[in-house]
């Protein structure tokens, strides 16, 4: 088999960082995907992840993104900062009674995508006329490789995964019972406001490290997917979070063996799994 080969071959310290980095980011996008599901956020997932985009073609304008860690760090946090005010902006946009939420993500949406090809192509055009090295190629940032991490990237993940989970814990009461019942949660005085502003600053944060393993185009897959899983099998509230933790973790792994053995792209492969696994899911009895 090419997964054992790979991962216990001569050249398996260069395949290692990017399985744990896949199973530290689908645990990440475990964690908030029940959430995304109950409030139908999905496209807010999908906005906050076109609009990192934006950040990239604006932090590669800025000249960073080069190979030091100093330039990958500056370009990461300038990606988050992005991320984050895109989705800020939805937040402030669907408050006002004249912006359906849809109509604010749209909005961000688009003009974060056509902001993000604007700066790359004045990236690549610069760096063409100074003879320095090229962005990476649209496909990379768009679809990921998550095989091509480093230590420091599991690292990264690692962190955002603890501080997600930690604000997770300490909002708990109030992102539960706002995400599963709003309009008590409304009458029992839960700020709805600053309610959602926490959770989809979290959300921005963590796309942005999904966009690592599954790129900008697939990572809003990672933020629904595990969330219906674990819907579809459980009605309770510990059952919804194990399945959709379990069922992230196990897709992963499915996910990356499928792209081993078939030398196929490992975010793909990481949907598709996950995608096999909402639907047979959906096809057993549901559990309690």
């Not at 980011?25 to 496209?43: E, I, N, W």
């Not at 932090?59 to 500056?74: C, E, K, T, V």
């Not at 749209?106 to 003879?131: K, P, T």
Request: proline residues 4%.
């Amino acid at each position: 088999m090419n997964t054992l080969e790979y991962l216990t071959g001569s050249q398996a310290h260069l395949f290692w960082p990017g399985v744990v980095t896949a199973l530290l980011v689908a645990m990440l996008g475990a964690l908030l995907s029940p959430l995304v599901v109950l409030k139908r956020l999905a496209f807010i997932g999908q906005g906050v992840s076109h609009a990192a985009f934006g950040g990239v073609g604006l932090g590669l304008a800025l000249g960073l993104g080069g190979d030091s860690l100093a330039d990958q760090a500056a370009l990461q946090a300038v990606v988050i900062a992005f991320s984050i005010g895109a989705a800020l902006g939805i937040a402030w946009l669907s408050a006002r009674p004249e912006t359906k939420p849809d109509t604010a993500i749209g909005i961000v949406l688009a003009a974060a995508m056509a902001l993000g090809f604007i700066l790359y192509r004045v990236a690549g055009q610069r760096a063409s006329a100074s003879g320095s090295s090229r962005p990476p190629a649209l496909e990379s940032v768009l679809f990921g490789d998550v095989l091509s991490a480093s230590w420091a990237d599991a690292l990264s993940a690692c962190v955002v995964l603890v501080l997600v989970a930690f604000a997770l814990w300490w909002s708990r009461r109030r992102l539960i019972f706002w995400g599963f019942d709003e309009p008590a949660s409304r009458a029992f005085g839960v700020p709805e406001g600053s309610t959602r502003t926490v959770l989809l600053v979290l959300l921005a944060l963590s796309v942005v490290v999904a966009v690592n393993l599954a790129g900008i185009v697939l990572a809003t897959a990672l933020f629904v997917l595990p969330g219906a899983i674990a819907l579809a099998r459980s009605t309770r509230l510990g059952g919804v979070w194990a399945w959709s933790v379990v069922g992230a973790g196990v897709s992963a792994l499915l996910g990356l063996v499928l792209s081993f053995e078939a030398d196929l792209m490992p975010g793909p492969s990481v949907v598709l799994a996950m995608t096999g696994a909402f639907l047979l899911a959906r096809l057993l009895p549901r559990g309690a």
